[in-house]
């Protein structure tokens, strides 16, 4: 069992060097997370995917539905509308790293359906060393946070979606961060 405390420890004593098999590493890592009780009724940890390294990292909320059962982020309804958004502004989606602030998805039943919840401040931040060891493995240059919940996890609470959408910012981590007001990219889509 992996704690996402431990997503972070950037020793890696004897572990795997490249990019790519890092990244392999930590999805396989992150599978195991029991950091917080979202993965109790989830089918699986979607963590993100694309090229790592990468210039352009794209963050979302959580796995929807259809995310929850494939195990990738951004497929199904959400990843039509995130491919036709990229495709405006010329970009493919190969070029982009995509993932999401929570990895698992948390819902709630009615009927047949299960209902998209917004991950609460605690479960965020107890996702966020995923995110942290991503935001290390891909290295982008221009940060999209989908989002308050995305923007939030990366930028800290006092975001507010109303005043800084929009807004070049500044992280630590990435040379140039925008948030966007989204659910345009809903990962909770269309059921
Ligand atoms: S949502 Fe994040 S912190 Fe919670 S169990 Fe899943 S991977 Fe771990």
New binding site residues.
Partial sequence: MTD?TDATDASNEGGPTRPEEAWRAATAE?DG???????EN?TQ?VFGEGPVPAEMMLVGEQPGDREDVEGQPFVGPAGRVLDEALGEVGIVRCEVYVTNA???FKWKPRGKRRLHQT?DRA?VA??RP?LERELALVQPRLLVLLGATAAKAELGPGFRVTVDRGRPMSSLLVEHVVANRAPLLDPAGPA
């Fill in positions: 996402a992150a997370c029991r950091a917080c009780p979202l993965w989830a940890t929570v990895k698992h991950p479960e107890a996702c995923w």
